[in-house]
C-alpha cells in the first residue's frame, strides 16, 4: 500500500483554510454563509501597486528573479526599516520568499532540527507549531489566556527555558488575538533573553501597519539581543497584497545565507512581477495603509459592542491585526435537538451549520476555550454575523 511519509502524516491540517473551505461548500450549494474565518484584508490591492505590476509585465520582467530577490527590493526593505522602525540592515541581510509563511519555514527549516526545542506562547498562529513537526524539533507551548490578555510574563519565558531551547517565536500584534506587546512587555522578555545566548528570536511582524495603539514596537529595536533576532514581515496584510505572494526576514547574515541556500533548492526566488509590485508599496504613497486601518478600527469597535451583547461570551479588546478571539466555553455542555457542543471545534461547527457563519475553532491555535473571529470584512456582513452568532448561542440550552 503506498502511504505518505512520517513527515507527513504528523502533519495536522490548516483549520483556518479547512473552515473556509466548508464555508465555501455551503454557498456553492446555494447558502447564505458569512466567513469570518479567513485571515486576509476585503479591500483591493491600492492602484499604484497594480499599475507597478502592470509596467513590470510590459518590460518584460518574466525571467528568473535572483534567489534572495531583486536588488531593488531588498533595498527598498531596507529602506523602510531604517525609515519606520529605526532598524539597520544591509540589503544582503533581507531575504524575499513567496510570503511571509515561508519566510517563517525557512528561518525553521534553516536552524531547527531533531531535538531541538522551540517555544511558542499559546494562542499562536496554526502553522508554528506544524513548521516546527517539520523541521523535527519539539514546541514547547506558553498557555497565556485571555486574563493576561494572551500575552505571556518574562516569568514563564524563564521557567520554559531549557539547554535544548533553540528558538522563540514571537507575533506582535498577534494572529489570532490581536494583542500587542508594548515596548515595556518586550522589554521584560529581552531581560530573560539576554542571559541564553543559543536562542533565536522569530518576530513575527506581518500585522505591524494593523495597530491601534500607536507606535509598533519591534524586539528587533533591543541592541543587546538583535544579533540573534529574524523580523519577518511582508506585504500581504497592510498593502492588501495576499495572493501577491510576498514576504520576507531581516536576519542575522548566517540565517539569511542559510535561507538562500535553502530557498535556491526548493522554489528559488518569488514572483518577478510581485517582486515589482512590492518596491511601489514600499516606496510609495502610504496613505492607503492609514485608510485600510481606520476601517478596520471601525469594525473593530462594533465587532466588540456587539460581542458584548451576547451573554456568556468575554471579550479583550485586541489592539492590533482583524481579529477577535472571544472566550466561549461558557456554552460547552449545552446543547440543541440532542447536539451537546463539547469544544471549540463542534461550536465552530454548530455556528457554521446553524447560524451559517464561519469561524476557527481556538484549540487549532491553542486555547480551546475560545474562537476566532475575522472583522475583514463589510460592516453589513459583521452586523449580520453577530446577529447569527447571537440567535445560534440563544438556542442552546
Request: hydrophobic share 40%; with cysteine.
Amino acid at each position: 500500500m503506498t502511504q505518505v511519509s512520517e513527515r507527513l502524516a504528523s502533519l495536522s491540517p490548516s483549520e483556518t483554510l479547512a473552515m473556509s473551505q466548508k464555508s465555501n461548500e455551503l454557498k456553492a450549494q446555494g447558502i447564505d454563509v458569512i466567513n469570518l474565518s479567513v485571515g486576509e484584508p476585503d479591500f483591493y490591492t491600492p492602484e499604484h501597486i497594480k499599475e507597478a505590476a502592470k509596467k513590470a509585465i510590459d518590460e518584460n520582467f518574466s525571467f528568473y528573479s535572483p534567489v534572495p530577490g531583486y536588488m531593488d527590493l531588498r533595498k527598498a526593505i531596507v529602506d523602510k526599516l531604517k525609515r519606520e522602525n529605526d532598524l539597520e540592515y544591509s540589503a544582503d541581510q533581507i531575504v524575499v520568499s513567496g510570503g511571509a509563511k515561508q519566510s517563517i519555514c525557512n528561518v525553521i527549516l534553516s536552524i531547527i532540527g531533531p531535538g531541538d526545542e522551540v517555544i511558542v506562547p499559546a494562542p499562536y498562529w496554526v502553522s508554528y507549531v506544524e513548521m516546527v513537526k517539520l523541521a523535527e524539533g519539539s514546541n514547547v507551548i506558553i498557555p497565556a489566556g485571555i486574563e493576561q490578555d494572551f500575552k505571556i510574563t518574562p516569568e514563564q519565558l524563564e521557567a520554559a527555558i531549557t539547554p535544548k531551547t533553540k528558538a522563540l517565536i514571537l507575533c506582535s500584534p498577534s494572529n489570532p488575538t490581536g494583542s500587542i506587546y508594548s515596548e515595556e512587555e518586550l522589554k521584560g522578555l529581552v531581560e530573560v533573553l539576554k542571559k541564553h545566548e543559543q536562542i533565536i528570536i522569530l518576530s513575527d511582524e506581518i500585522y505591524e501597519h494593523i495597530n491601534y495603539v500607536g507606535k509598533h514596537h519591534s524586539i528587533a529595536q533591543f541592541e543587546e539581543i538583535k544579533h540573534r533576532v529574524v523580523v519577518i514581515n511582508g506585504v500581504s496584510k497592510a498593502y492588501a497584497m495576499t495572493g501577491w505572494r510576498i514576504g520576507f526576514i531581516a536576519a542575522p547574515l548566517w540565517i539569511s545565507k542559510a535561507c538562500i541556500k535553502l530557498q535556491g533548492q526548493y522554489t528559488s526566488g518569488p514572483c518577478s512581477i510581485a517582486q515589482k509590485a512590492a518596491v511601489a508599496a514600499f516606496n510609495g504613497d502610504q496613505s492607503c495603509v492609514t485608510e485600510m486601518v481606520a476601517a478596520f478600527r471601525r469594525r473593530r469597535d462594533l465587532v466588540i459592542s456587539l460581542l458584548k451583547e451576547i451573554p456568556g461570551i468575554e471579550v479583550s479588546e485586541p489592539h492590533g491585526a482583524f481579529y477577535v478571539f472571544p472566550k466561549i466555553s461558557a456554552y460547552y455542555g449545552k446543547s440543541v435537538d440532542g447536539q451537546i457542543i463539547n469544544d471549540s471545534t463542534e461550536l465552530a461547527m454548530y455556528l457554521l451549520e446553524v447560524g451559517h457563519v464561519a469561524t476557527v475553532a481556538g484549540g487549532a491555535f491553542g486555547d480551546p476555550d475560545c474562537i476566532r473571529l475575522s472583522y475583514a470584512a463589510s460592516d453589513e456582513n459583521l452586523v449580520e454575523a453577530l446577529k447569527r452568532i447571537k440567535e445560534a448561542l440563544a438556542a442552546l440550552s
